[in-house]
């Protein structure tokens, strides 16, 4: 199973600004199955893109996933107070999954 | 909308094997995924394996050591860890599908003497 590099480790930024995770994998994930999952302090992760491209339930529209193969990108357009947090890229496209190390997104 | 829940001790011995349960409800276990998924105390998220009707698939680095079985009667699954060390301390979490919709809340469980 593809091995997730996540970049970078940790984003500084004010509220308002625009913020660009980075997830490359190291062999092409088939399907596109790749997800996004938000952790805040003390809370279970939650899902807010899925399939690359795909917002979850509930997930603002301010999320938006792109990306194919490799290399795969979550942005978020305008951040808000509750967006700073920990955000994790995750591949299922093959049958053993596997988590990114993780993007700290943190008050600039 | 399902919901889950983990259950079992939040402490084991080193060398015991560690027994978990996720409690289903809103929905019966079905044709879902069902994963178990760890977060050691301040670290990154660790997918161990899930059953999938009735069959299994393993993190390669922990295939030795875990088994994930279901009792579709009482709507549980649930996760057996074998030969425990300190760094299998850590929060474990259940989780439906192969994207992870629905999480419980995670357990604590702490190996420790």
């Known amino acids: 199973e593809p091995v997730l590099t996540q970049s970078p480790g940790t984003l500084s930024l004010s509220p308002g600004e625009r913020a660009t995770l980075s997830c490359r994998a190291s062999?092409?994930?088939?399907?596109?199955?790749l997800a996004w999952y938000q952790q805040t302090p003390g809370e279970a992760p939650r899902l807010l893109i899925y399939?690359?491209?795909v917002r979850a339930t509930g997930t603002p529209d301010r999320f938006s996933g792109s990306g194919s193969g490799t290399d795969f990108t979550l942005t978020i357009s305008s951040l808000e107070p509750e967006d700073f947090a920990v955000y994790y890229c995750?591949?299922?496209?093959?049958?053993?999954?596997?988590f990114g190390p993780g993007t700290k997104v943190d008050i600039k | 909308q399902f919901r889950l829940q983990e259950s079992g001790p939040g402490l084991v011995t080193p060398s015991e094997t560690l027994t978990l349960t996720c409690t289903i409800s809103?929905?019966?276990?079905?044709?879902?995924?069902w994963n178990w998924i760890r977060q050691p105390p301040g670290k990154g998220l660790e997918w161990l394996g899930f059953?999938?009707?009735?069959?299994?698939i393993y993190s390669p680095s922990l295939q030795s050591r875990v088994t994930i079985s279901v009792d579709a009667s009482k709507n549980q699954f649930y996760l057996h860890l074998t030969s425990v060390t300190a760094a299998d301390t850590a929060v474990y979490y259940c989780?439906?599908?192969?994207?992870?919709?629905?999480w419980g809340q995670g357990i604590l469980v702490t190996v420790s003497s």
């Open positions: 809103g929905g019966p276990i079905g044709d879902n995924y």
């Open positions: 995750q591949q299922y496209g093959y049958s053993s999954f596997t």
């Open positions: 399939a690359a491209s």
């Open positions: 062999q092409s994930v088939p399907g596109n199955f």
């Open positions: 989780a439906r599908e192969s994207a992870f919709t629905s």
């Open positions: 059953v999938y009707r009735g069959a299994t």
